[in-house]
């Protein structure tokens, strides 16, 4: 469209030499609405879509007793039992110098969550360690619960339903070279866990056959 044009400065009219006010085109962008129709994911048909939000797990483990008394002597701070704040299931405080699980979860969510919480306790202690070499919570929360599906893997635990969901939210943003630095500190973690939980009488890693592991929906 045609207008006047104006002093920079000043912002009054500029004027050719006879007198008539200077014209110039501008272009102007309209934003315009179209109207659409929507429908609720509940009014749809056909295959479930997937999610990849943690969903808290439910199942029996045998022996469960045992490994979670294997996995409370392996902690670095004492383990208890008490409520945590908002939906988490559990956490490692490095000031209390202890790690609380929520009551009522299963006994698979249970061992789970402890060997995440463990993997805190034994790898994220901020002692020592210059603000700038340490690790930003999206890093620590991966290595974790990488740790945590490695190791329940490894016991016949089928973790993924949680577990994929939950490194897929805490590493996204990231680089595949930062995550593939923390490659060998999992893998060495998991294995010192998984040793640590050694059936000593039978002198071998027993299996913990799942009664059911289907997921809280």
Not at 110 to 137: F, M, Q
Not at 180 to 201: V, Y
Request: hydrophobic letters at 30%.
């Amino acid at each position: 469209m045609w207008q006047e044009v104006k002093d920079p400065k000043t912002g009054a009219t500029i004027y050719n030499k006879d007198g008539s006010p200077k014209m110039e085109t501008r272009v102007i962008t309209i934003t315009r609405f179209k109207i659409a129709t929507v429908f609720d994911v509940s009014q749809t048909e056909g295959r479930e879509l997937p999610s990849i939000g943690a969903t808290r797990l439910t199942g029996e483990v045998d022996n469960f007793q045992y490994y979670y008394d294997k996995l409370v002597e392996l902690s670095p701070v004492a383990v208890t039992v008490d409520q945590v704040p908002r939906q988490a299931n559990g956490y490692y405080s490095h000031s209390e110098q202890r790690i609380v699980l929520r009551p009522g979860l299963s006994e698979i969510q249970t061992i789970k969550t402890l060997v995440h919480e463990i993997s805190h306790a034994l790898l994220h202690d901020p002692n020592g360690v210059p603000p700038e070499k340490r690790k930003d919570r999206n890093e620590k929360e991966v290595e974790a619960e990488s740790i945590a599906y490695v190791v329940c893997q490894h016991f016949g635990i089928d973790t993924s339903e949680y577990s994929f969901g939950y490194v897929a939210g805490w590493s996204n943003g990231k680089e595949l070279s930062e995550l593939k630095d923390s490659l060998d500190l999992i893998h060495r973690t998991a294995g010192e866990i998984i040793n640590a939980l050694d059936d000593p009488e039978k002198g071998r890693q027993q299996e913990l056959p799942i009664k059911s592991q289907q997921p809280t929906r």
